[in-house]
């Protein structure tokens, strides 16, 4: 079965990853968007993603009950926001559960990535979790959302996409090895 997913343009790679998961996709498959039209946050917020940010979601079938799933969250909020600081060059932090600051140049801290978590299971284990990133890198941020900034805008200098989304996989795959 094919393991990374790629569009151009798709409604959310969130619920594409949904509809894969209940079909039996493996671990470590991936659903990767140039753009998102109808992406979703917390709290089924939506959101329109543009072109140069970067959207995916990674499928995991770990063997872990549904109580370790709040912590696996805040820790990928954790991961996340070391590993996009280290590999955009900026200072970041969490806010949990699992949104990345950025800090600006005017001392302000804006969101620069946030993470979606969902998963399928019974009482005593998860069948599947299903980890949504989206990150601002070289997108432009809508003036609509003036606590939010892309990494390029913190950095002063474009982020090269590709390396990026690398860097992050490699972070996460180490990180969750063994699940």
Request: proline share 6%; net charge positive; hydrophobic share 40%.
């Amino acid at each position: 079965m094919k393991r990374i997913h790629r569009f151009k343009s798709i409604p959310s790679t969130q619920t594409r990853s949904r509809v894969l998961a209940q079909a039996g996709a493996p671990a470590w498959t991936v659903v990767r968007a140039d753009r998102q039209s109808a992406g979703r946050g917390r709290m089924d917020r939506r959101f329109s993603s543009g072109p140069g940010g970067l959207y995916f979601t990674v499928l995991l079938r770990p063997r872990m009950s549904p109580p370790d799933l709040a912590r696996f969250s805040l820790n990928t909020g954790r991961l996340m926001t070391k590993t996009v600081g280290a590999l955009a060059g900026i200072k970041t932090k969490v806010k949990e559960p699992n949104d990345v600051l950025g800090l600006c140049a005017d001392g302000r801290w804006r969101k620069v990535a946030g993470i979606l978590i969902e998963a399928s299971g019974g009482r005593s284990s998860l069948d599947w979790v299903a980890i949504g990133v989206g990150v601002n890198v070289n997108n432009a941020v809508p003036r609509s959302l003036p606590d939010a900034a892309s990494l390029a805008s913190i950095a002063c200098r474009p982020i090269p996409l590709e390396a990026f989304y690398r860097g992050l996989m490699r972070s996460l795959k180490e990180a969750w090895r063994g699940l």
